[in-house]
């Protein structure tokens, strides 16, 4: 005789619909928080650069020099946002493509 104490509860699992759109978008997001937390990492170290730069400026320093190296500071900005905006743009596509 079976004991009814015994008896299995048959629950069932059922993934609710914002943890499967979570899942879903989860790589995408990942990428993008990275790639955010990249460009800040570069942002602040370029201000460093420039608030630098604007020292030398007020003690001074040569003024063709300081000129140089803000072209190179402007190029420098250039370049990690070129490079940040390739990087955004590839890492959603191939996170769309890769889907399908």
Known sequence: ?????RR??????????WRR?????????SALVEDGLL???FVVV???????LGMLAGLGYD???IEMF??????AYLAVFGLF???LVLRVLLHTISKR
């Not at 005789?1 to 104490?5: E, R």
């Not at 759109?21 to 997001?29: K, T, Y």
């Not at 370029?46 to 630098?52: F, S």
């Open 21 to 29: 759109r979570w899942e879903n978008i989860e790589p995408a997001v």
């Open 63 to 65: 003024p063709r020099r």
């Open 8 to 17: 299995t509860v048959q629950t069932t699992t059922q993934v609710s619909f």
């Open 39 to 41: 460009l800040l990492i």
């Open 85 to 87: 905006m390739l990087d």
């Open 1 to 5: 005789m079976a004991n009814p104490a």
């Open 70 to 75: 803000e072209t190179i500071h402007y190029w």
């Open 46 to 52: 370029l201000t460093v650069v420039y608030l630098a």
